[in-house]
Structure formats: C-alpha cells, structure tokens
C-alpha cells in the first residue's frame, strides 16, 4: 500500500473510484495524482545453441537452486526486446540474437505476463551472472523438468521442443493454471 505520494510526497492517499472510472483507484487529495496499477511485464529469452537451450539455477528467491528461463521484469524506458536481453547478460554474461517472440503467458492473478523469446546464443558463450548459482546448457533429454522454477518456464520449453519436432516457429499463447 502506498504511503505517500510519489508526485508531491502528501499522505493524503485515499482509494475511491475516480469519476469516469469503474475500479478503485488509490488518489491523492493534495494533487489529485491518480495512482494506477498495471500488470508487470516479465520479459526473457530462451537461449539456443546448437541442439541445446540456456537455462539458470536461481540465486534469489523466489524459487532458489531451481532452474529457469533467464527472465525479469521489464524496466521503465526500455523496450521487452532490450529487456529481455539484459535479462540473459546479467543472469548468464550470455549475448543472445533474438529471433522471434516464442510465448506470451498470463497470469491474471497476480497480474503478470510473461514474454518470452527465442534467441540463438552468440558463439555459445555464458557464464554465471550474480542472480543465478549456475547455469547450463541442456538437451531436451537432459531438462530438469521436476526442478523447473516456474510455469512460465515450462510452457516455453515445452513448446519450443514440440515445435523443433515439427519444423515450426511459432507464438504461444498461454494462461496459468493451464487448461489441458
Ligand atoms: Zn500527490
């Protein structure tokens, strides 16, 4: 719950429904800011080299010593692509080539959405970034499916084997809980 306001620092924070509005909305009485509160974007990539993808062993929680997609949330001022890509410098010191969007997966109930991308691996080069305990590269044989951080993550390396198997590149979308 937000104390203060960020536009002019009064405690006069209230939550009504603005006029013309429909939800309530946390304002402030001095400056009359109406303080909006959007979904976040997590943006991430699926590095790919050779027949292998990238994934990261967390260092931080939520979900330490699992292994994840290297994904974060997006910055202000930055575009999901920039985003994304920092995400794998600074989980894996890995420089990844974007080669399209591969999923796009909500979580309306704690108003996340992730978007993940493929990106093949420049030169196949990694090494462990301070957010991550390790990080490896896998075949789909070798995932550790039963050790994967989040749904986010599985539904993206899921469908990208799935895809390889078919010669398709493709965008998924997809809601948690998963409806089968
Ligand atoms: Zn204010």
């Known amino acids: 719950m937000m104390k203060y306001c960020d536009q002019c620092g009064s405690d006069k924070i209230e939550k009504i429904v603005p006029s013309g509005d429909n939800k309530p909305r946390l304002v402030c009485k001095s400056c009359e800011?109406?303080?909006?509160?959007n979904p976040k974007i997590?943006?991430?990539?699926?590095?790919?080299?050779?027949d292998k993808v990238l994934l990261c062993k967390r260092s931080i929680e939520?979900?330490?010593?699992m292994w994840n997609v290297p994904s974060g949330y997006l910055e202000n001022k930055e575009s999901v692509e920039e985003g994304a890509?920092?995400?794998v410098w600074e989980e894996a010191l890995g420089?990844?080539?974007?080669?399209?969007?591969h999923s796009v997966y909500s979580i309306a109930r704690i108003s996340?959405?992730?978007?993940?991308?493929?990106?093949?691996?420049?030169d196949g080069k990694f090494g462990v970034g301070e957010e991550s305990l390790d990080c490896q590269l896998f075949s789909e044989e070798e995932i550790p499916w039963d050790n994967i951080a989040f749904t986010?993550?599985?539904?993206?390396l899921k469908r990208y084997f799935a895809d390889r198997k078919a010669g398709l590149q493709q965008t998924h979308l997809g809601n948690y809980p998963e409806v089968e």
């Open 112 to 122: 996340q959405v992730y978007i993940h991308f493929l990106g093949n691996l420049v």
């Open 152 to 156: 986010s993550s599985t539904f993206t």
């Open 33 to 37: 800011t109406i303080h909006y509160r």
């Open 95 to 101: 420089k990844v080539e974007l080669i399209g969007t």
């Open 42 to 50: 997590v943006a991430g990539v699926l590095p790919i080299y050779g």
């Open 85 to 87: 890509a920092r995400e």
């Open 62 to 65: 939520p979900c330490v010593g």
